[in-house]
Structure formats: C-alpha cells, structure tokens
C-alpha cells in the first residue's frame, strides 16, 4: 500500500467524524439546559429522599419556573436533533437515567446526603434567573451527557 493509500485511509475516520460531531456536539444553549436540567433532578431526587417537597417547590420550582420549562424545551430540541424521531424517546431515557444517578448518589452518600442537600437547598434560594447551571456546574451535579461542546463556526445539523 502506497503512502498516499495510508494517509487517506488514516484520515478517513476524521473526515467521515467530522459531520457526525456536529450533529452530537451541544450548542452553548445545550450545554446550558444540560446543567440546568441536572440541577432539577438532582432537587427531584433529593425532594423525595430528604422529605423536602414542599421546599423544594418554593425555593426551587416555583421562582425559577420559567427558566426550567426553557432548559427542558431547549434539551427536548438537543434529542430532537440528535436522534431525530427518536428524540422523545432518547430524552425520556436520558432523564430516567439521570434520576436514577442522583438516586443512587444519595444512597451512597447516607445520612450525609440530607445534610448536604440542606446547605445546597439554602444555597439554591439565593439563586437568579441564569444562574442554574453555573451553579449546577459549581457543586459538580452528575450529568451523564458526555458530549462535546460544538466549536465556533459548527453549522446545524440537517432535520429528520
């Protein structure tokens, strides 16, 4: 094989990547809604665990309602583009699975689970429209989507 036949077939896989990464990568929006929407189950699963629906609901859902429907619709629309018809479905799962990570974090971390949740609750109160998925980053909530960020310039990918 000649060296001109290994470089090809040595960036074949690059170049047929290329598309495919634009198609899976999260947009800056994306990326956004990922964190926030990690943020909401993990307040979900510690709502239950931690017998804290009722504050939940009023330091959590209720003041950032709005941003939370956004953060869902837009992460809805990353599934949708990503896995065309089978979006709903795919983001169904993703969310199924990022509750039970959270669950299962709160049940290694025992007693400490409730303790901490409390000082995150606390925390959470004091939060601003836009500042949910910094924060969600900060406190290192479990995220499962392992995607990478889209780069400048990556273009939309086609729908289905």
């Given at each position: 094989?000649?060296?001109?036949?290994?470089?090809?077939?040595?960036?074949?896989?690059v170049l047929v990547a290329g598309p495919v990464?634009?198609?899976?990568?999260?947009?800056?929006?994306?990326?956004?809604?990922?964190?926030?929407?990690?943020?909401?189950?993990?307040?979900?699963?510690?709502?239950?665990?931690?017998?804290?629906?009722?504050?939940?609901?009023?330091?959590?859902?209720?003041?950032?309602?709005?941003?939370?429907?956004?953060?869902?619709?837009?992460?809805?629309?990353?599934?949708?583009?990503?896995?065309?018809?089978a979006g709903q479905t795919r983001f169904d799962?993703?969310?199924?699975?990022?509750?039970?990570?959270?669950?299962?974090?709160?049940?290694?971390?025992?007693?400490?689970?409730?303790?901490?949740?409390?000082?995150?609750?606390?925390?959470?109160?004091?939060?601003?429209?836009?500042?949910l998925a910094p924060f969600s980053v900060r406190?290192?909530?479990?995220?499962?989507?392992?995607?990478?960020?889209?780069?400048?310039?990556?273009?939309?990918?086609?729908?289905?």
């Amino acid at each position: 094989m000649g060296l001109k036949r290994l470089l090809l077939a040595a960036m074949a896989p690059v170049l047929v990547a290329g598309p495919v990464l634009a198609n899976t990568c999260l947009r800056p929006e994306e990326r956004n809604a990922a964190d926030t929407w990690a943020l909401n189950s993990f307040m979900a699963v510690m709502a239950l665990q931690c017998k804290l629906e009722t504050r939940v609901s009023n330091d959590f859902r209720n003041p950032h309602r709005g941003e939370l429907k956004a953060a869902h619709d837009v992460l809805q629309g990353y599934f949708r583009r990503v896995h065309g018809g089978a979006g709903q479905t795919r983001f169904d799962q993703y969310y199924t699975n990022i509750s039970q990570d959270h669950a299962m974090d709160a049940s290694r971390g025992g007693q400490f689970f409730c303790r901490d949740a409390e000082v995150i609750l606390t925390q959470v109160r004091a939060l601003r429209t836009g500042e949910l998925a910094p924060f969600s980053v900060r406190q290192n909530i479990i995220q499962p989507i392992s995607a990478p960020d889209c780069g400048a310039g990556a273009v939309a990918a086609p729908r289905r």
